[in-house]
């Protein structure tokens, strides 16, 4: 991805398109996905499973709702049932992961080692959860998957931790939606796709204002994820460049957030990011870059 100037890895969906439910695409199009190898491994139940670093197969969230939104947006395409019943599958199968609090939330964790022994949470997780009971809803009208969207919200009002996932921005007090305790552009705004989606299905004003709370995050602080020729994929100390997959990723999520909340900044800012991504210079610079953030990193492990 370094040596071409516009990347397709990551696409948006069209955001005017509309179907019959009061959610339609997801903004980022994972259709391909189906028809390129990237779901190999499945379990009994059809389910997609991935090798954790210690090379087992195991259930990883984001990688089992990338593949519901692409069985999704097959379904929103050709009506066909069979890529329906993939999404409630995905929906339940989360349902089941899900982990009670004592506030009432379920949250679902991330995990490092196969024995799920330091679960860490996830704002991602959270927020691409809800996006598919969402739809798991709108398809079966069944009830327990938007109270269980609803549960999956409340971490959203909770600072970081055992029952919450809501950190503050010191530069700006502006409000972030955290990974592992860490600023990451990419899983906060995740996360306000989810919010969005519930926001449509359920009406309740405490999920819109932790959307409208968390865009705006956004729209107050894009430029600390600014470097000058790419994007940091973290601004939390040391900062972490973001690789070609992920540049490419920040690209299409600020339009998407662009067009959910009508801010030129976030528009300006894809540009100018695209802009980085088109030129020889800062690809290979941003290259450089991710080599020595991935040797420090080897280096602190080992």
Known sequence: MYFTAAPD???????????????????????????????????????????????????????????????????????????????????????????????????????????????????????????????????????????????????????????????????????????????ILNGHNYSLFGLADLAAISGEQWVKDHLNKGVQSVIDSVQFFDNGFWSWYWINKPLYIASAMYHNLHICQLRALSGISGSKKLNEYADRFARYAGSPLSRMRSAAYMVIAKLKKKLKLA
């Not at 709702?65 to 395409?77: D, L």
């Not at 890529?83 to 995990?111: P, T």
């Open 9 to 183: 890895y990551w696409k948006l969906t069209d955001p005017a398109a509309k179907g019959k439910y009061v959610i339609s695409y997801y903004p980022l199009s994972f259709r391909d996905r189906l028809y390129q190898g990237h779901y190999i491994d499945f379990d009994e139940q059809g389910l997609p499973m991935f090798p954790s670093r210690t090379g087992k197969l195991v259930h990883f969230c984001t990688g089992m709702c990338s593949f519901a939104f692409a069985h999704w947006e097959e379904f929103m395409n050709t009506g066909k049932q069979e890529h329906a019943s993939h999404v409630i599958k995905v929906a339940d199968y989360l349902i089941g992961m899900a982990e009670e609090r004592d506030n009432g939330a379920l949250m679902i964790l991330d995990y490092d080692t196969d024995e799920k022994d330091n679960g860490a949470p996830c704002a991602m997780n959270q927020g691409e959860s809800i996006s598919v009971l969402c739809r798991a809803y709108c398809l079966t009208n069944d009830d327990k998957y938007k109270k269980a969207a609803l549960r999956l919200a409340i971490p959203f009002g909770h600072p970081y931790g055992k029952e919450g996932i809501t950190g503050v921005i010191e530069k700006n007090n502006a409000v972030w939606y955290l990974e592992g305790g860490k600023y």
